[in-house]
Nanobody, 124 residues
Framework: QVELVESGGGLVQAGGSLRLSCAATGRTFSSYGMGWFRQVPGKEREFVAA????????FYAPFVKGRFTISRDNAKNTVYLQMNSLEPEDTAVYYC?????????????????WGQGTQVTVSL
């Protein structure tokens, strides 16, 4: 079993940066693929980024456009999402997700564990 807790969300002006963290419990974290998703009210949960168990394979959604960086520190059981050049369209609740697959597909269906979410709001 893996529990995930996100932190680092908040209010930022357009063009600013935030760093989200996801702390995981569980001995098998280092073998799990991890990802970030986001969701706004009335819309489906949207893939943002994912990486393999060893961090060597990384995927991003097209809208990221080089602005976000996903990374992990298995020694600290933590996954990060560095977000730069934020836009108002990035406003959403961001969720950390864990997959028993070492290299999961970029879809919520492939992730079994979810955090509670952290709100990111980008103002003009």
């Amino acid at each position: 079993q893996v529990e995930l807790v996100e932190s680092g969300g908040g209010l930022v002006q357009a063009g600013g940066s935030l760093r989200l963290s996801c702390a995981a419990t569980g001995r098998t974290f280092s073998s799990y693929g991890m990802g970030w998703f986001r969701q706004v009210p009335g819309k489906e949960r949207e893939f943002v980024a994912a990486l393999s168990w060893n961090g060597l394979s990384i995927f991003y959604a097209p809208f990221v456009k080089g602005r976000f960086t996903i990374s992990r520190d298995n020694a600290k059981n933590t996954v990060y999402l560095q977000m730069n050049s934020l836009e108002p369209e990035d406003t959403a609740v961001y969720y950390c997700a864990g997959s028993k697959l070492s290299l999961p597909e970029p879809s919520p269906n492939y992730f079994e564990y979810w955090g509670q979410g952290t709100q990111v709001t980008v103002s003009l």
